[in-house]
C-alpha cells in the first residue's frame, strides 16, 4: 500500500519569503512521486515530478522538491514567494505496475501575504 | 487547444436524476481516469482505462459507470443521484499506464451539486 502525509493543511508566507511545503511518502517499493497545484476553481497542474534519476527535481515557476530516501520525504520549496503561488498543492505517489494508482495527499493551502 | 477537456463544467440535478459527464483528451494518451474531489478537497481515484480497458475500479458505488468509446474519451454516467455524489469530478490522462510514471494532465473539472 501507499500513502503520503502532507504536514500542516494552512502555510502562510510573506511575499519574497521562503516557501517550505512538507511531504512524507510510505511505499513498499520505489516510488513515483509528484507535486501538483490547483488553483481556485481549476483543475490540477502537475508542477514537477521525480521518477527515480536525479533527486532534486526542479519543476515550473521556480519549484524544486528534493527525494531523501532516508527521510521518505519529498518537500516542495521554492527560494521567493510571488503573490501568483497562492494556491492549494497535492504531492502525490504512484508505483510502477498496470494497476498501480495515483494517491494523493489531503492537500497544503499555500497562502502569500504582502 | 485544451489538452484534456470535460462537459459539462456545471452540473446542478435533483436528487433520483441520472446524469452523464464527458471527457476527451488530444493528446495521445492511452490511459485515462476519472478522480472525484470533495468538499475538503480530498481527491481519490475512481476509475482508469487503458486503451479501452477497465484497469483500476475503486470501491465506487455501483450507480457510477465509465464508459470508454475509443482511447481519447472516457464518459462518466450517475444513475440515481444522491446527496453524497456532490464533489468535482475530474478527469485525467497519462501515457504508459497509471504504474509507469507518466505524468497525468487534467481537465477543469466538473462541478457536480445534487439538490
Known amino acids: 500500500a501507499q500513502s503520503v502525509t502532507q504536514l500542516g493543511s494552512h502555510v502562510s508566507v510573506s511575499e519574497g519569503a521562503l516557501v517550505l511545503l512538507r511531504c512524507n511518502y510510505s511505499?513498499?517499493?520505489?516510488?513515483?512521486l509528484f507535486w501538483y497545484v490547483q488553483y481556485p476553481n481549476q483543475g490540477l497542474q502537475l508542477l514537477l515530478k521525480?521518477?527515480?534519476?536525479?533527486?532534486l527535481v526542479k519543476g515550473i515557476n521556480g519549484f524544486e522538491a528534493e527525494f531523501k530516501k532516508s527521510e521518505t520525504s519529498f518537500h516542495l520549496t521554492k527560494p521567493s514567494a510571488h503573490m501568483s503561488d497562492a494556491a492549494e498543492y497535492f504531492c502525490a505517489v504512484s508505483t510502477a505496475g498496470t494497476a498501480s494508482k495515483l494517491t494523493f495527499g489531503t492537500g497544503t493551502r499555500l497562502q502569500v501575504m504582502l | 487547444d485544451t489538452a484534456v477537456s470535460q462537459t459539462p463544467k456545471y452540473l446542478v440535478t435533483q436528487m433520483g436524476n441520472d446524469k452523464s459527464i464527458k471527457c476527451e483528451q488530444n493528446l495521445g494518451h492511452d490511459t485515462m481516469y476519472w478522480y472525484k474531489q470533495d468538499s475538503k478537497k480530498f481527491l481519490k481515484i475512481m476509475f482508469s482505462y487503458n486503451n479501452k480497458e477497465l484497469i483500476i475500479n475503486e470501491t465506487v458505488p455501483n450507480r457510477f459507470s465509465p464508459k470508454s468509446p475509443d482511447k481519447a474519451h472516457l464518459n462518466l454516467h450517475i444513475n440515481s443521484l444522491e446527496l453524497g455524489d456532490s464533489a468535482v469530478y475530474f478527469c485525467?490522462?497519462?501515457?504508459?499506464?497509471?504504474?509507469?510514471?507518466?505524468?497525468?494532465?487534467f481537465g477543469p473539472g466538473t462541478r457536480l451539486t445534487v439538490l
Open positions: 521525480y521518477t527515480s534519476a536525479a533527486t
Open positions: 511505499s513498499s517499493v520505489p516510488p513515483y
Open positions: 485525467a490522462s497519462s501515457q504508459g499506464g497509471p504504474g509507469s510514471g507518466g505524468s497525468k494532465f
